[in-house]
């Protein structure tokens, strides 16, 4: 089994230098080779952007030598994954089929190393090509296993590299659960047909306040200024923040849900639909049910787990769990009360009609098999 284990680095003055030299020359080659081959009459093709690496790039910058070859040499490699991504979306006739875009500095700046031979890993330090001192991690790696490939990232000032292993050293946690409902929420992030109630974060309102008045003190500062340059780190750090909480929640959640539920039902929302009206959009965009379906999913083929996807048409907040009689629910009512006596939170009574859909639907594909 590949895992990528994501690990910080604590480098010396001397080691950023290199690092952020490394990110520079990949992506300096990189926006040098979209340029070429975005001109008119120049067809792509991973062949001719060696031959135009080797005899022109690398004579016209000599300073690409001062890093790893494979720095640059992998740019070739994930421009073609571009190209070919775009390419793809083209046949597909996608209305926007996203042609690759020139790399802008300090914004996702990496590198990768590819070869296990251009780095190691021994205990909490780091080795990489070219560079003379090991550079030190904030943990050691999780699992034991043979190295593939390293990428080093710089996010917000700080640096990290995420180290892809080949382990057999990976504990699934098989659930011992057998089924669940979960029905995704603003106010609770998640309900779940067992009655429990997962909340949202409570600490992004705080720190989405703080970020308000980080960038009304950025919007302030004089362009080109050494104080601005200091503002915009303190708000790009704010802003990684915001993401490690929104991901610790969904990574949280997901996680407890694939060891716990042999079976989980979630819905298939419309989420770009949700985030065109706007007094939803930021709360759609913070509870991020898009990623944590991702999540969910990825996780559950990790562990054996089943994962139903209710028809986005499916009434589950309208219909009674009880006796199946569907009902007029506003956004606004919050509870539902039906004809035949049962009283139930609404989120709740969602969660255990798509509970009954994935067993339904499982039964059904058993009887079809």
């Not at 996203?98 to 031979?117: C, H, I, Q, T, W």
């Not at 991702?294 to 559950?300: T, V």
Request: proline share 4%; hydrophobic share 35%.
């Amino acid at each position: 089994m590949l895992i990528a284990h994501k690990i910080e680095l604590r480098p010396t003055p001397e080691q950023a230098v290199y690092l952020n030299q490394a990110c520079g020359a990949r992506r300096h080659c990189y926006n040098q080779l979209l340029a070429h081959f975005s001109q008119p009459g120049m067809k792509w093709s991973k062949a001719a952007a060696y031959q135009h690496y080797m005899t022109v790039l690398r004579v016209e910058f000599p300073w690409y030598a001062e890093v790893s070859s494979r720095v640059t040499r992998n740019a070739i490699d994930d421009l073609d994954a571009a190209f070919k991504g775009f390419f793809r979306r083209v046949k597909a006739k996608a209305k926007q089929p996203g042609y690759p875009a020139f790399k802008k500095k300090d914004v996702n700046d990496s590198f990768a190393l590819r070869e296990p031979a251009k780095f190691d890993v021994d205990g909490r330090t780091l080795r990489i090509e070219r560079l003379k001192t090991r550079i030190k991690m904030r943990q050691p790696l999780r699992f034991t296993g043979q190295t593939k490939q390293a990428t080093i990232s710089k996010r917000a000032g700080r640096f990290y590299v995420s180290i892809l292993i080949e382990t057999e050293d990976y504990n699934p946690h098989a659930p011992d659960q057998p089924s669940v409902g979960v029905d995704f929420g603003i106010k609770a992030l998640a309900t779940l047909s067992t009655g429990e109630s997962i909340p949202a974060n409570p600490a992004l309102k705080k720190t989405l306040k703080r970020l308000k008045r980080r960038q009304r003190t950025l919007s302030r500062t004089v362009k080109g200024s050494r104080r601005r340059a200091k503002a915009k780190l303190r708000v790009a750090r704010l802003h990684q923040r915001i993401r490690n909480q929104r991901q610790a929640v969904l990574h949280e959640l997901s996680d407890t849900l694939t060891r716990t539920y042999q079976v989980i039902t979630i819905e298939d929302l419309n989420v770009t639909g949700m985030t065109k009206n706007r007094r939803l959009a930021r709360a759609v965009a913070d509870a991020g049910f898009g990623e944590l379906r991702r999540q969910i999913e990825y996780k559950a083929q990790w562990r054996g787990v089943t994962v139903v996807i209710a028809d986005r048409w499916f009434p589950s907040s309208k219909t009674c769990h009880a006796c199946g009689q569907i009902h007029d629910m506003p956004l606004s009512q919050r509870t539902l009360v039906c004809d035949c006596g049962h009283v139930m939170d609404r989120d709740l009574n969602a969660a255990k009609n798509l509970d009954q859909y994935g067993r339904d639907a499982l039964r059904r594909d058993l009887k079809r098999t």
